[in-house]
């Protein structure tokens, strides 16, 4: 969402990819009236969530679903969970950031 503004970031197409329907399609985000779901909403806009492959939808929903788990729930908020893992030593060629780079020179 970079420089988009409110009124586009509402505009666009959110689903949630928690709760597929059986025609492989997604449900709208929100819910409408005592409507029950399955699983605990993630929502993305329409667009991301095509591009996104069956394995990082699987993790977001998993990173979602752990975040409700033991998350602070008192204030009855939603907790938010990060779409995509950040990148790991691993996948970044072992370096995290340039900070631990220089650690390593000094």
Known sequence: ?????????????????????????YPK???SGGEK??????CVPAAKASGMSRGQKASAVSRK?????GGRRADKKPNRAATFAKRTRKANGGIVNMRD????ML
């Open 1 to 25: 969402m970079a420089k988009k503004g409110l009124r586009a970031w509402v505009g666009e197409n959110w689903v949630d990819i928690a709760n597929k329907k059986s025609d492989g399609s």
């Open 29 to 31: 985000c929100g819910r």
């Open 37 to 42: 779901r399955k699983n605990y909403p993630k």
């Open 65 to 69: 679903k752990k975040a409700e788990a």
């Open 101 to 104: 780079y220089y650690r390593g």
